[in-house]
């Protein structure tokens, strides 16, 4: 057990937990709860997005997947970043404007119906806990190889500090731990890719001249096709990616931190900034890991990849360096973990609980500390399931999160907002479509079955042969919104459009906004 490795773990603990002591003193109601009170400006909402999206599967994650195959894993990349053009365009502003608390809200604009906000709220919490296992995993893993603790442990460590300042600080301090957490991630990329370029004498040609023959792959290193070889498996990837942001909740709420939606729309040009100069980072220390850590040395210190960005900080920086990098990954699972299990707290809290159950009437009290006990269910139940899927890649994990996400909450926010006709039945069956279509076609991939013992979960044939989803799922979201609309045209709720479009392009309801 590296002693470096512990100081600095416990420093960036330190660190979060004064963050959210002093959070805690301003967490004094709902609104301070879920959503930091609408009180942050466009930068410090931008790197608190930047923040929520470069996790664990976007760092170690990724980085694993690019010195593993090359230019396969850039596919897990660049659809994660073009996705916030979408957010940008389509989403934003209408959920800035027409949102309160949560996704369920902006719907609930529309659609009284609580049914609506129940299978809304229903689907932010399972796209929550898919996500969340991603993070887990990592956390695992880097516990077991830095620190020598049990995987089953390691995810048990980290549930239990990110509890901490969820139950106490909320949004608030959610939001500036990620904020801390964008700093040092990109501080520390920013430092290994510098040593990175260095061992390439600042040539980004060498890079690729040397990366025809650095690993096993050889020049098929920097062809598509080492994991994909199904060009439909490729595409089907990056549309999941580049339609899932728009869908995520945790990034979503985001949003309803910021007072109007200029400040919304501008926080995700910042955030594409430092998300974009971050991936750019990515892709030169994925390479970097394939030719000095090595093929073997990858998989045998995690054989998904996760573990390949500490071990290049070691080879390049020694322990001091190493010790850092892995805190940095340590943080960054802290910090999404923390926003993640809010989300799904609030979403249970507030549409569940106050909206459904109590018809809007619970005292904030009564929805904080339901809100907590939500939080302490949800992260033993992703503890729980993340002991089952410690062999897989991480980016893959966040890669089907986004994916059920892009087929059953973004055709109903973009229906909801730009579509007429569009009613109840439409709106309930898009959503259930879209999660189940997904669900049972994950169920019967080839990350699920495999012939081979040891590659996926189960031993078998799988009976769907795209390893993502999303290519089907998708369509089948919108399609199960239109065909729901359609079949109950006549006796299904359209909502109030000409009130809700006029709500969603001026805000002209939201508190905060002035004319």
């Known amino acids: 057990m590296d002693v470096k490795v512990v100081v600095l773990f ?251 939606a200029k400040v919304a729309r501008k926080s995700v040009v910042y955030s594409i900034w430092i998300i974009g100069l971050f991936y750019v980072m990515v892709i030169f220390l994925g390479f970097a890991a394939a030719k000095f850590v090595g093929f073997q040395n990858i998989m045998k210190a995690n054989p998904a990849g996760n573990m390949a960005a500490p071990l290049l900080a070691k080879i390049l920086g020694g322990d001091t360096l190493f010790a850092v990098i892995s805190a940095v990954s340590f943080a960054t699972i802290l910090a999404v973990v923390a926003g993640i299990v809010l989300t799904g707290a609030t979403s249970f809290s507030h549409d569940f609980y106050n909206e459904m159950i109590k018809g809007g009437k619970a005292t904030e009290k009564e929805q904080m500390r339901m809100a907590r006990l939500a939080s302490i269910g949800i992260t033993v139940l992703s503890i729980v399931l993340a002991l089952f899927v410690q062999k897989v890649n991480v980016a893959f994990l966040a890669s089907l999160a986004l994916t059920v996400a892009a087929s059953s909450n973004l055709p109903v926010i973009l229906l909801t907002v730009y579509w007429k006709k569009f009613n109840v039945a439409g709106a309930v069956t898009g959503m259930l479509v879209g999660l189940v279509g997904t669900m049972l076609l994950v169920a019967l991939s080839p990350n699920v079955w495999n012939p081979e013992v040891g590659k996926a979960l189960f031993v078998g044939q799988p009976l769907f042969p795209l390893s993502s989803p999303g290519i089907v799922s998708i369509p089948l979201g919108f399609l199960g919104a239109y065909v729901g609309t359609i079949v109950a045209r006549k006796r299904s709720e359209r909502g109030n459009f000409e009130e809700m479009l006029v709500k969603s392009t001026t805000g002209s309801d939201v508190k905060g906004i002035h004319h």
């Open 10 to 260: 416990a420093a960036i603990v330190a660190l979060t937990l004064l963050i959210t002591y002093y959070a805690s003193k301003k967490t004094r109601n709902a609104s301070a709860f879920y959503t930091a009170g609408g009180g942050l400006n466009a930068w410090q909402n931008g790197f608190a997005i930047a923040g929520d999206f470069m996790s664990a599967s976007s760092f170690l994650g990724l980085i694993g997947a690019i010195a593993l195959f090359g230019y396969d894993g850039y596919f897990l990349m660049y659809g994660a970043l073009v996705s916030y053009l979408v957010v940008l365009l389509l989403v934003a502003e209408p959920l800035r404007n027409l949102g309160k608390y949560t996704l369920a809200d902006m719907i609930a604009e529309r659609f009284a119906a609580k049914k609506v906000r129940g299978v809304t709220a229903f689907n932010a919490l399972t796209i929550s806990v898919f996500y969340m296992l991603a993070q887990l995993v990592a956390a695992g893993a880097l516990f077991k190889l830095l620190l020598g603790i049990p995987y089953e442990l390691s995810v048990v460590i980290v549930g239990i500090v990110m509890l901490t300042f969820v139950l106490f600080g909320g949004m608030t301090a959610t939001s500036w731990v990620q904020i801390t957490k964008a700093f040092l991630l990109l501080g520390g990329t920013v430092v290994v890719f510098l040593l990175v370029m260095g061992k390439f004498h600042y040539n980004v040609f060498q890079i690729f001249t040397d990366m025809k023959s650095a690993t096993p792959l050889q020049g098929a290193y920097l062809q598509p096709g080492a994991k994909y070889t199904n060009g439909l498996d490729a595409f089907s990837l990056t549309l999941g990616l580049v339609l899932g942001t728009a869908g995520l909740p945790h990034v979503l709420s985001r949003f309803l931190t910021v007072p109007n």
